[in-house]
């Protein structure tokens, strides 16, 4: 029995290298595997629940502090607990795939999804360069716009939001970043970010909705004018959907594919890892194993974000001076942010004020 998985990203190879009850071939379309990047590549401590270490190369720095801003200016240093870690994302993919071979999971390249034909409970998968291959189970791991989901009847309604990112330089010596703080902008877009790879180099974006008020391309360029952009890093991010299909006979969807993404920072990579490992584990019973271990963290992300996107600028900065107060500072510092359902309610327990907004989720 043969498992195809299409997508050579962190979920589709992370899968290939966790099989255990079958053997997989991986198919991606790309000429190389991590190119182009469409990631900010910052990740949690989290990443260790999946693997076992991340090679020193693949490691672009370490980020011990999150200085958060208001519209009205004024900031937070919320001091993590835990550092984050900054990702060569090319690299940290490379590894990835090295590990789906080395478990005997080979990679074809240049390998684009265009269908696939059914006959005996097997799938003839069909590419665009002329070739096909015959598989048992199907994974779509080939990202927010899912062919394998789509053919399948499985994409659903999702939400997908453009993100504009670049890697970025200091003009003037007199600039310099704070090499291990990320920046995060409240009020600007969806979520803005500006990530620091060095003193004198970040990764600096937006995600967010063009409307009458909000021009995303507008936004980011005078976020990112002070700066030398090096090479953009442009994506587009799926909406955690709680109403996904995640599996139906044979087929099944990880990662973007599945919009397995947190509506509040729009990281999934942990997310389709371990999603990947439930797969992994076992075919059977995957939706519903995803569903109980890290639905309900997804969908608390997603009212989060809900409500977020309702507030307006004096509502952020008011939030902001929540956030001051030294005991709702201290569940921030610890929280990891990709387990909201570990802290939320200890916040709203100590910090009664919070409460008004959810009501936000009742107006229209």
Not at 89 to 118: E, S, V, Y
Not at 301 to 310: A, G, T
């Amino acid at each position: 029995m043969t498992l195809g998985i299409i997508g050579a990203g962190p979920a589709g190879s992370f899968l290939g290298a966790k099989i255990g009850w079958d053997k997989s071939i991986i198919f991606d379309g790309k000429p190389k595997i991590g190119s182009p990047i469409q990631c900010t590549g910052i990740i949690t401590d989290s990443i260790y629940r999946v693997i076992d270490e991340i090679p020193d190369n693949v490691i672009v720095n370490h980020i011990d502090t999150f200085r958060i801003f208001a519209p009205d200016g004024k900031s937070i240093d919320v001091d993590l607990d835990k550092e984050n870690i900054i990702l060569h994302r090319g690299k940290f993919d490379q590894h990835i795939a090295k590990l789906a071979k080395d478990n005997g999971t080979p990679i074809k390249l240049n390998h684009q999804l265009k269908g696939w034909k059914k006959k005996n409970n097997k799938y003839r998968l069909l590419f665009t360069n002329g070739k096909h291959h015959d598989v048992d189970y199907l994974v779509g791991a080939d990202g927010p716009h899912s062919i394998v989901a789509k053919k399948a009847n499985m994409y659903g309604e999702r939400e997908i939001l453009p993100g504009i990112q670049a890697r970025v330089r200091i003009k003037k010596q007199s600039q310099k970043f704070d090499k291990n703080v990320t920046q995060i902008l409240f009020g600007l877009g969806e979520f803005s970010w500006i990530v620091p790879e060095s003193s004198t180099i970040a990764r600096i974006g937006i995600i967010g909705k063009n409307t009458k008020h909000f021009n995303l391309k507008k936004a980011f360029d005078n976020l990112a004018e002070p700066y030398k952009h090096l090479e953009y890093q442009s994506g587009q991010i799926p909406m955690y959907n709680p109403k996904q299909k995640l599996q139906q006979d044979n087929i099944a969807l990880i990662g973007d594919a599945a919009t397995q993404v947190k509506a509040t920072t729009y990281g999934g990579i942990t997310y389709g890892m371990l999603s990947a490992t439930y797969l992994g584990d076992q075919w059977e019973g995957y939706e519903k194993k995803f569903n109980s271990k890290l639905g309900k963290d997804l969908w608390i992300s997603l009212k989060m974000r809900e409500v977020l996107n309702k507030f307006s600028e004096k509502e952020c900065d008011e939030l902001l001076e929540i956030f001051r107060k030294e005991g709702n500072k201290e569940i921030l510092e610890k929280m990891d942010r990709n387990f909201p359902s570990k802290f939320i309610l200890k916040l709203l327990m100590k910090e009664t004020k919070l409460w008004k907004y959810g009501f936000k989720l009742f107006r229209k």
